[in-house]
């Protein structure tokens, strides 16, 4: 096994040549881990689908319809400890079937909910669904970051991104061709949602059956600890809470899923009432939206090999802060292309701030991992907020919330990354 050699200075990363991107021994599981990157990024943007959707079939107001974020994203905030203190008991591997298995579970309960035609009954199906997806984030990211030198994990972390930012291309598409395509004004059949759900249950559940007979090699990090010098004070007593640099990763992420989150919930609605196209049509450029993440995941998993992650990660915040000005003036086609731009821009966020926050942290890892997980809460209240705002000044007008998240963000790479 390769030694690790963790540069001795505060929060920067220095990435020598002779750091793999991983070894030969992890390839399976890498990629059934990756592939868990690709499923929840479906299921995510699904939600924003069904947001929209729900709007008809369930006439549901946007503050209404933004409950399908909260019901997701809240069950993220009630995961997130349960899921470190189950990953750190149990391993990486139990932690993924279980993630996998609540998954399964919230997609078959849709079943009957469409049934029942019941808004709170799906409620709680998509929080069950959501504390699946918690779970998977939990363990996926200490899970690609063990699987290789410390010094290449924020290329890891962004590699297993790309293939989420794919799952987020794919399932506005679906989405949008099984649910939006058929709307009619005042319908209420829900059988669509009801095969669509039982079918990603199905697929979900299948890849937790494969991955249980997938031999998981052993670790350089086995409990999420990565060892080496730097670790030294954490495994010397400095308590989690003492790391100003996670407190603030923590901070940083509530605030990138709140805007994220948020921007994606009303994004149909958007093209729907500022520019004036059917919805099908809004739905299926959706897909352009996330493909416009995907590429800024390829892009920035070069940047961010010759940019530092807390740079590349200021940069894009302030990108943002532009752009959602620009947006927020509904000017037609320009700020509907900002709109596309923005999410070009959260690419590298997410697995940029959960890997700044959990350097050197040692055997607080897994910990730290379950509150950044937890920040996703963020994802639960702003498009709520977001939500009123549209329904009482416009959904354009909504667009300048979102600045006060990327401020956060903005700072946080500017300054407060550095590991004291």
């Known amino acids: 096994m390769t030694e690790i050699q963790v540069p001795a200075v505060r929060g920067e990363s220095r990435e020598p040549a002779s750091a793999e991107f991983t070894e030969r021994k992890y390839f399976i599981v890498l990629a059934f881990v990756t592939s ?25 107001s946007k503050s209404q319809s933004a409950f399908i974020q909260f019901a997701i994203f809240g069950a993220y905030f009630v995961m997130g400890i349960p899921a ?12 993924v079937l ?4 609540l998954f399964a579970l919230g997609s078959f309960l849709f079943v009957p909910a469409a049934n029942t035609a019941s808004f709170p009954f799906f409620g709680i199906a998509l929080f069950i669904l959501g504390c699946g997806l918690s779970t998977l984030e939990t363990v996926a990211h200490p899970f690609v970051a063990s699987l290789g030198d410390q010094q290449t994990s924020d290329q890891r ?21 099984f649910l939006l395509r058929n709307n009619v004004k005042g319908g209420t059949d829900l059988t669509s949602v009801k095969d669509l759900y ?32 730097a670790d030294v004070e954490a495994q010397s007593g400095k308590k989690l809470f003492q790391y100003s640099h996670f407190k603030w990763a923590a901070a940083a ?18 093209g729907h009432e500022v520019m004036k196209l059917p919805e099908a049509i809004a739905g299926s450029y959706m897909s352009i939206f996330m493909a416009m993440m995907l590429t800024g995941r390829f892009i920035g998993t070069f940047l961010i090999r010759v940019i530092r992650p807390h740079s590349l990660l200021a940069i894009f915040a302030f990108a943002n802060i532009l752009l959602s000005l620009l947006v927020a003036q509904g000017i037609g086609w320009v700020s509907y292309l900002a709109l596309f731009a923005v999410n070009f821009f959260f690419s590298i966020m ?15 890892t897994p910990q730290a991992s379950s509150f950044i997980s937890m920040g996703v809460v963020g994802g639960a209240i702003f498009p709520l907020i977001m939500g009123k ?17 990327y401020t956060v963000i903005f700072l946080f790479g500017l300054k407060f990354y550095k590991v004291k």
């Not at 059956?209 to 086995?222: D, H, R, Y």
């Not at 992420?253 to 958007?270: C, D, E, L, R």
Request: aromatic share 14%; proline share 4%.
């Open 84 to 95: 470190g203190l189950f990953m750190k008991k149990f391993g990486y591997k139990k932690g």
């Open 253 to 270: 992420q509530f605030f990138n899923v709140a805007a994220q989150s948020g921007t994606w919930a009303f994004f149909i609605n958007y």
């Open 36 to 60: 868990l990157f690709l499923c929840w990024g479906v299921a995510i943007t699904m939600g924003d689908v069904l947001n929209k959707h729900f709007q008809h079939t369930l006439n549901l």
């Open 389 to 405: 705002v549209a329904d009482n000044v416009g959904v354009a007008n909504s667009y300048y919330l979102p600045i006060i998240c």
């Open 157 to 177: 972390l962004n590699f297993a991104q790309l293939f989420n930012a794919l799952g987020a291309i794919i399932g506005p598409a679906i989405g949008s061709y």
């Open 350 to 364: 997410f697995p940029t701030i959960f890997s700044l926050g959990l350097k050197n942290l040692g055997t607080h």
């Open 98 to 101: 279980l993630g996998l298995s």
């Open 198 to 229: 039982l079918v990603i249950g199905a697929v979900i559940a299948l890849i937790a059956i494969a991955f249980a007979f997938v031999k998981v090699p052993p670790l350089i990090a086995p409990s999420g600890v990565l060892r080496g010098a």
